[in-house]
């Protein structure tokens, strides 16, 4: 029935070119007038599973450890753990935006008072 379903559910021409046999030759075996040989089967099924993974493609599982195709790994037991990760990411971010502002604060009060002090002591010096 798996193989029925690989080999109905795909478009005729396409498939043959893809795998490299004539249109007749593949409709022998869709048809059932000669055996599937198992290399195209084994081809289609693998074909399938890959569409199927989708975003997950190139990833592997090694024992407790699920490893992404760029190199890095995560054990699962983290995996109940990214939402504090994300949370926690999210607030650094938010941390270090509030030092910027509370810099950029600091500066314009700094100048600020500074401004005032010259100020104030030259109105000092005139009303003595």
Known sequence: MELAVLMF????????????????????????????????????????????????????????????PWGDSMQFGEWMHLREYRRAAQLAADQADLIERLMTERDFYRENCDRQARFGLMLNRIFR
Do not use: C, H
């Open 9 to 68: 559910s795909s478009d005729d021409n396409a498939t043959a070119k893809r795998i490299g046999v004539t249109v007749t030759e593949w409709q022998r075996w869709k048809y059932g007038d000669e055996p599937v040989p198992r290399w195209l089967w084994l081809l289609l099924r693998y074909e399938r599973d890959r569409e199927r993974m989708g975003p997950w493609r190139g990833f592997k599982a090694e024992g407790d450890r699920i490893i992404s």
